[in-house]
């Protein structure tokens, strides 16, 4: 599985989990209370500011991983400009990219085991109703582990495609996404397995 932890090193790193996974939740909240644009622009600011800071090669990386927006964001581009209503367009949007930019700056600079720590806190009174704390944040973590990981065989097969056929792709990708997304599944359950399950 691929980690999505960036191995650059900024001073975020640093700060504990449970701090940043707070401001995260605090900064969407904000980004969901403010309605016009120029603020949601000033605010946008602070997830590129904090990836600015990490240096040019921390920041590229940044960029590749907004790169499944550009698809949603150019049919919200287009519809809004057909309704004409492009200051909630713009709004949409930035609201849109500033909450991924600020997820994935949480993602880049912690580790897996440390989201899971806190996940795993979170979750311990909910043991008293049967629901095991642990399976929880395995489950988690491996949606997180397996987002890239899909991403990347949706890209793999879209390229084999368009290789093989003058035709876009589409949805024609979409069983052999599916049934690539279920093989992987099965060897991540026999690895579990031979582990000895979950505990």
């Given amino acids: 599985m691929l980690t999505l932890t960036s191995p650059v090193e900024t001073a975020l790193h640093r700060v504990p989990a449970g701090v940043k996974l707070a401001a995260l939740c605090g900064f969407t909240v904000l ?51 057909w309704t004409e209503d492009l200051a909630q367009g713009l709004a949409i949007a ?48 491996l949606v997180i582990r397996f987002i890239p990981v899909l991403a990347d065989r949706l890209a793999q097969i879209t390229q084999a495609f368009t290789a093989r056929a003058r035709r876009r792709p589409g949805w024609r990708v979409m069983i052999p996404a599916t049934l690539a997304a279920l093989d992987d599944a099965d060897h991540v359950a026999q690895a579990l397995r031979a582990r000895g399950g979950v505990v």
């Fill in 31 to 81: 980004l969901f209370w403010l309605r016009h644009p120029a603020g949601l622009a000033l605010a946008a600011l602070l997830p590129a500011g904090l990836i600015g800071l990490g240096g040019p090669t921390f920041s590229r990386h940044a960029l590749r991983m907004l790169r499944p927006l550009w698809p949603f964001l150019g049919v919200l581009g287009l519809w809004h400009w």
């Fill in 94 to 141: 930035l609201r849109l990219v500033s909450a991924v930019a600020a997820a994935n700056l949480v993602t880049m600079t912690t580790r897996l085991s440390d989201m899971l720590a806190v996940v795993e806190a979170l979750l311990r009174p909910l043991a008293r109703v049967g629901l095991p704390p642990r399976r929880a944040a395995l489950v988690f973590a």
